[in-house]
């Protein structure tokens, strides 16, 4: 029954099986080849183009080197200002510092100074005290009896203290007696001919001087030896006036 219906079909219409199966099958295979030959141009165009990018970012153009070398510039130029600008203020603040250390150093000495000396006045009013001593002990000497010896005693003790309290406060006597003459310590109040002795050499010494420390407070006032002429004497001086 089947047989004679196939039979009745026509010839065109009569499907082959066998060979319909093959055909699709190499269809799908021919698309997806061709999708893969299509994905693989993208990908291809893809990677060509950051290529050129890459080439392009690694290769700036003439513009984008030119704003380069003046950015550069501009740092140098920067760099330079601000170099200056240290070095002067380095300089400036080396300058404040060397001054402040002088200010520093300048009111320490005189803040020393001041101490040391800053009774000096006093000092030479004492002096003018111990000159009077030494007078009234000498004429005491020469002529105080043994009723007068207990006051020159008491005289000569004060004048002990008060040497031993200008000691304290770094008084001394400048020496000159038997001395040659330095006009730095000394001031010459006349000379004599005197042909034992060298020239320039301290006689006498009228009047005592004192320093105070390492400063001269007064000279001592001297009289100094000459060599005499042909037609002088010469002199001896024996003792002091002070």
């Keep these: 029954m089947e047989d004679s219906r196939m039979s009745d079909l026509p010839e065109d219409d009569v499907v082959d099986s066998e060979t319909e199966g093959p055909k699709i099958a190499a269809s799908d295979e021919l ?14 165009d ?13 290769s700036p153009d003439k513009m984008t080197i030119e704003l380069l070398a003046q950015e550069l510039q ?26 402040f ?11 020393q100074e001041s ?17 009077n001593l030494e007078r009234a002990l000498e004429h ?24 031993g309290a200008l000691a304290k406060h770094g ?12 006009p730095a310590f000394h001031e010459a109040m006349g000379q004599i001919p005197n042909a034992d002795t060298p020239a320039n050499t301290v006689l006498q010494v009228l009047q005592k001087g004192y320093a105070i420390h390492d400063r001269m407070m007064r000279p001592s006032r001297v009289i100094v030896s000459r060599t005499p002429a042909a037609d002088e004497e010469s ?8």
Excluded: P
């Excluded at 698309?31 to 291809?44: S, V, Y």
């Excluded at 893809?46 to 690694?58: K, P, S, V, W």
């Excluded at 006597?173 to 003459?181: K, M, N, T």
């Design 171 to 182: 008084v001394s006597e400048i020496e000159a007696d038997g001395q040659v003459f330095d």
């Design 115 to 131: 101490f040391k000396f800053g009774h000096q006045n006093l000092v030479k009013d004492l002096l003018s005290t111990v000159d």
């Design 235 to 242: 002199i001896e001086v024996t003792g002091n006036s002070e």
């Design 74 to 99: 501009d740092l140098k130029s920067l760099h330079e200002e601000k170099l200056k600008e240290f070095e002067e203020q380095t300089e400036q603040h080396l300058r404040l510092q060397a001054e």
């Design 46 to 58: 893809a990677e060509e183009a950051e290529a050129t990018e890459a080439d392009e970012a690694a």
């Design 140 to 163: 005491g000497a020469q002529n105080a009896g043994a009723e007068g010896k207990g006051i020159l005693d008491g005289v000569e003790l004060v004048h002990r203290e008060i040497l």
């Design 31 to 44: 698309e997806e080849a061709l999708r893969e030959a299509a994905q693989a141009l993208e990908e291809r």
């Design 101 to 111: 250390e002088n200010f520093r150093r300048r009111g320490l000495k005189e803040k």
